[in-house]
């Protein structure tokens, strides 16, 4: 017996610790968090290319191609300054043309990104089942292509200020570092609502009614101020705190010099930006790293 024994050294041990003892783990199994954001980080040119060609793609049968980037945008502000400019004759605010068009642009930066979202894992299940790679690849592209669509229309936008008046001050710089924190937001929207997508197809269906509420919640058709006259002082304290409205009031500071503000110090707004760009970015990824596994399964 004692010579059977030291024969055979795993003699007596569990299947668990045998795996322990030899390295061995369970096949597919989820990748630790600081593994996963290595693979994440070698297949960055991955992303910016595959976004890149989504970017392409999307406008490639149109005959404008990518110019309606810009005249998407451009129509809708259109549109709203028609109903809420001319017909509703928002007058008491300088320069509507311009506060209209920078709430309308960057919160079709955040809209857009979240609502492509919610396809990012069920629209991709031929590619997510011919390849492995980090599944947090196809959100992170979406976003990386609407900030690419961004830039194009933030030229637009400042083409829009410097014509209706605005003039070039040092408080556009303001601009850079808002953006930036906006676009670590949307990366971190983008992931919840691809794993929500992923599991509950009629998001999609959902979503542009959530998106239109959060838009009129968000002070992008009229002046903020109207929030601070109509809601109890608690509501009114709690919508300071909502991001879009916080990120849309950093980009008019920027470029406006007369725009409405809210009684929220400049302080205020950026601890409040930083702060949901963290809990968003971080928690977002944090959230689809934990549904790696189930992506395209099923």
Not at 20 to 31: K, N, Q, T
Not at 45 to 67: C, D, E, M, P, W
Not at 234 to 249: D, G, K, Q, T
Not at 278 to 294: A, C, T
Request: charged share 10%; with cysteine; aromatic share 12%.
């Amino acid at each position: 017996m004692a010579n059977t024994a030291l024969a055979d050294p795993d003699s007596g041990l569990t299947q668990a610790q045998l795996a322990a003892r030899y390295g061995l783990r369970v096949a597919d199994a989820p990748p630790t968090l600081a593994e996963y954001s290595k693979r994440l980080w070698h297949y960055r040119h991955f992303i910016t290319a595959y976004a890149n060609a989504k970017l392409v793609a999307s406008y490639s049968n149109a005959r404008l191609g990518q110019l309606w980037q810009v005249l998407t945008p451009l129509t809708n502000a259109a549109v709203y300054f028609l109903i809420f400019g001319v017909v509703l004759e928002q007058n008491s605010i300088p320069n509507f043309i311009a506060y209209l068009c920078t709430g309308l642009f960057i919160f079709n930066f955040t809209q857009t990104a979240a609502q492509q979202g919610t396809t990012a894992i069920s629209g991709n299940l031929g590619l997510i089942r011919a390849l492995h790679f980090p599944r947090a690849s196809l959100p992170l592209a979406i976003t990386v292509t609407q900030f690419q669509q961004l830039l194009g229309s933030l030229v637009v936008l400042i083409a829009i200020v410097l014509v209706t008046g605005e003039p070039i001050t040092f408080a556009w710089l303001i601009l850079v570092p808002s953006v930036l924190l906006q676009t670590v937001f949307n990366a971190g929207l983008t992931m919840v609502v691809a794993r929500m997508g992923a599991k509950v197809s009629d998001l999609r269906q959902v979503m542009p009614f959530v998106m239109r509420a959060w838009m009129y919640g968000s002070g992008v058709l009229y002046s903020v101020a109207l929030f601070e006259k109509s809601l109890p002082g608690w509501a009114s304290r709690l919508v300071e705190f909502n991001p879009m409205l916080v990120y849309i009031e950093l980009a008019r500071t920027a470029l406006l010099e007369r725009a409405p503000v809210l009684n929220s110090s400049l302080p205020q707004l950026w601890l409040v930006a930083v702060g949901w760009a963290i809990v968003m970015g971080v928690g977002g990824y944090l959230y689809f790293w934990r549904g790696e596994q189930e992506y395209g399964r099923g």
